[in-house]
């Protein structure tokens, strides 16, 4: 952890505050922005998940920069960034997210562009997995106990982006961020347990105060019969500009992608080549 620079490698916060001065702009201003919505409020609302406020408050989170959302290079060296925080999270805190912020794109990017680089960027992991998809996660999306799982855990990637206007909860400024949470972290806060059926009250009642509009319609449970997982990684606020079925086919097929690039630093194969320009929101330069 915490190698040289800020961009593809795992870092902690001190160490992220560290090195924000010699960060590229994009960053620091994603940074600077999470960092207030979490630790902030929107006309007296605080942000609606008090555990992202604790983590952030005590120095818990993990973060990583990704230079692009479609660069070969960029992705593998998330890829190694995700697996480094699944073998360490558990060292940290008892809940330890990874927030991934991504360099914005050149121009404007509309919602379908956004939902697009969310799910190339899973897609992407999916494919340069080293690990097989968990037995007990079923491969169908549109099951209730489907969720996207890499490095043989099941994980939960919660999406905001630029395009929310009132949905501040879900709003960054900047351009798309993830935060990746393990399933073992919510051991105790499933909906059929009475601890997590307060959690969740609390949260969609505050989510309702901080975005002045109701809990979004595909907020549900893992798990629960009419729930879907994928629905909740991004929310859809225009219906004609979102997914009507989940992107992401995956399969139990393993290994999916040749074996050199499943190796720890395969993106240094890549390190000269060209960025990838099939999505609008491929990272841009730095300004």
């Not at 593809?8 to 001065?21: A, F, M, N, P, S």
């Not at 969609?204 to 595909?218: I, L």
């Amino acid at each position: 952890m915490n190698e040289p620079g800020t961009e593809g490698v795992l870092l902690d916060q001190e160490t992220l505050h560290d090195r924000l001065d010699d960060a590229p702009g994009w960053l620091r201003e994603h940074y600077r922005t999470f960092r207030e919505s979490m630790l902030g409020d929107r006309d007296g609302s605080p942000f609606p998940c008090y555990f992202g406020i604790e983590v952030e408050r005590e120095g818990d989170l993990l973060y990583a920069a990704c230079e692009s959302t479609t660069d070969p290079a960029a992705l593998l060296r998330l890829r190694d960034v995700l697996l480094e925080y699944l073998e360490t999270y558990a060292d940290h805190a008892d809940r330890t997210p990874l927030a991934v912020f991504f360099n914005p794109p050149e121009g404007e990017a509309t919602e379908a562009d956004y939902h697009e680089a969310l799910w190339h960027v899973l897609e992407f992991l999916h494919v340069h997995d080293p690990e097989p998809w968990p037995d007990d996660i079923p491969t169908e999306p549109d099951d209730a106990r489907w969720e996207f799982s890499f490095g043989g855990e099941p994980l939960f990637p919660t999406s905001r982006a630029p395009f929310y206007t009132d949905r501040k909860s879900r709003y960054s400024p900047v351009g798309l961020e993830i935060t990746f949470q393990p399933r073992a972290v919510f051991d105790g806060l499933t909906a059929d347990t009475e601890a997590g059926e307060h959690a969740r009250e609390v949260i969609r009642e505050r989510m309702g105060e901080y975005d002045g509009v109701c809990p979004h319609a595909d907020l549900g449970d893992w798990g629960v019969e009419g729930d879907r997982e994928w629905k909740q990684y991004l929310f859809r606020e225009d219906d004609a500009e979102s997914p009507d079925e989940c992107p992401l086919d995956p399969t139990r097929e393993h290994p999916k992608a040749p074996t050199e690039l499943l190796e720890p630093g395969a993106w240094r194969r890549f390190a000269d080549g060209a960025r990838g320009t099939t999505s609008p929101v491929a990272g841009g330069d730095d300004d």
